[in-house]
């Protein structure tokens, strides 16, 4: 029958797991029949916040230099919100407080390979910055939010942003190769619509690659799921 260890189990149930129990109940006449009870799991939905950092960093994890600012003149471009009064600011430097995180430190932050940031091609990536959050996605739902990358760093050296949307590869967003030396994207909107619900982990940031000289900034505001 079901027992108080089973409801515990069942509680417990995340995507993808199942539980199954038989229960014994017994008829008017005396006689006794097996039901069997299978229960599938499902997270627990978790609500995306601070979508445009208006409450600083709250509902995002980091490591390296990230901070929610309300402009930055870094490198002599001025970038301002996109929403609200201010946005998510990382650099492969200081420039936004904290201390530069390695390559190693970012993979493990986001659970990740070790090398996989080295994988994505554009040489040794070898420290920078990164923010993680989770939220739920139903099917046919839709993430969008804004970023840009500016980099003061030049040929050969090809710093870059990034994101890992599980249950999603890491991928690159954009990189000095696409923006020339010295360039940006200007504020550009991603997006990405789930064909399963779920909750997903999302993990943006900037690596510095070949080199550790030259800096490289990457912005992201209005964070919303449509």
Same mark, same amino acid.
């Given at each position: ?103 190693? %430190?970012? %993979? ?18 070898? %420290? ?48 000095? %190769? ?49």
């Amino acid at each position: 029958g079901l027992t108080l260890s089973t409801v515990i189990i069942i509680a417990a149930l995340g995507t993808g797991d199942t539980e199954t129990d038989t229960l014994t109940v017994a008829s008017l006449d005396g006689t006794t029949h097996d039901i069997v009870v299978s229960v599938a799991g499902a997270d627990e939905p978790v609500e995306l916040v601070n979508g445009s950092f208006e409450d600083g960093l709250t509902g995002f994890q980091t490591a390296g230099s990230a901070a929610a600012v309300t402009i930055s003149t870094l490198g002599g471009l001025t970038v301002n919100p996109t929403d609200g009064a201010q946005f998510l600011a990382l650099s492969t430097d200081t420039d936004f407080g904290g201390t530069i995180a390695t390559d190693a %430190e970012i %993979e493990t932050l986001l659970g990740i390979s070790a090398g996989a940031l080295d994988g994505l091609g554009n040489g040794d990536a070898i %420290e920078g910055s990164v923010a993680q959050t989770t939220f739920y996605l139903a099917a046919g739902s839709t993430l969008t939010f804004d970023y840009l990358f500016d980099t003061q760093d030049a040929a050969p050296s090809n710093d870059f942003a990034f994101l890992k949307l599980s249950p999603s590869s890491i991928e690159e967003i954009a990189d000095v %190769e696409l923006v020339g030396d010295g360039g940006d994207t200007g504020w550009l909107t991603y997006s990405f619509t789930a064909t399963d619900a779920g909750n997903y982990d999302l993990g943006i940031g900037v690596v510095d690659s070949g080199s550790s000289f030259g800096t490289s900034l990457f912005y992201i505001d209005w964070m919303a799921i449509v």
